[in-house]
């Protein structure tokens, strides 16, 4: 498995990139995974949101962030004013990386290795490509390390204004940010309150870039 680049057709076409990725053997994951998920959205959205894979729900749907942290994600970007159609969201991982529970009944989530989130990595580049944002949102740590780097310390960085690094700045140079998985927020539990308000608070800084 060298990764996804073979996969990867010579388009900026979202729907052709899609339709491609489908058929993506660039690493272990599709084997397992029902689907590949791609990004959604706007084709030249202004922002565009980087979460980690597909989680259990999406990878049923096949449609990024429609599950639980999808819908805290939702929630988070209609009080930050940002209306979702009008962004990209996708992942640094297109296929759902889980282990089976004992029974074999349940799916629980396992996070990708370096090695999974770099075979991924040149749809991400593609995505960027056809899109053209003008501000990149990391979502949690495995965007970050597949857009800025594996040694990228998200809670340092958290709030800064970004650039990627030489060689993904493709036909664009977005300001990236950097936040926490709407995941993580949900796992806040006695703070969580206090952690979907800072959450807010990113995006909406985020969107006045
Ligand atoms: N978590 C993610 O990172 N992405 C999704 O699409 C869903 C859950
Ligand atoms: Fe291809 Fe990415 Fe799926 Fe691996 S996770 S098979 S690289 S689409």
Redesign the pocket.
């Given at each position: 498995h060298p990764?996804?680049q073979r996969f990867v057709p010579d388009t900026r076409d979202l729907d052709a990139l899609a339709s491609a990725?489908a058929g993506?053997?660039?690493?272990d994951?599709?084997r397992d995974a029902e689907r590949?998920v791609f990004g959604d959205g706007g084709p030249h959205a202004r922002i565009l949101f980087v979460g980690e894979q597909p989680g259990n729900e999406e990878d049923l749907a096949g449609e990024p962030f429609v599950g639980p942290a999808g819908h805290l994600f939702d929630k988070a970007l209609d009080r930050a004013g940002i209306d979702r159609e009008t962004v990209y969201v996708t992942n640094a991982?297109?296929?759902f990386r889980f282990d089976r529970s004992a029974n074999g009944r349940r799916r629980i989530h396992r996070k990708p290795t370096g090695a999974?989130i770099a075979?991924?990595r040149p749809?991400l580049e593609a995505e960027l490509d056809a899109v053209r944002p003008e501000i990149v949102v990391c979502l949690g740590a495995t965007a970050a390390q597949s857009l800025l780097g594996k040694d990228f310390k998200l809670t340092r960085h958290r709030g800064e204004v970004l650039r990627l690094p030489d060689e993904l700045r493709g036909s664009c140079d977005p300001a990236v940010v950097v936040t926490v998985h709407p995941s993580a927020v949900l796992r806040a539990r006695s703070q969580r309150d206090d952690a979907f308000r800072a959450f807010v608070q990113d995006l909406k800084r985020a969107a006045a870039l």
């Open positions: 990764g996804a990725a993506c053997r660039g690493c994951l599709y590949t991982v297109k296929h999974q075979a991924c749809w």
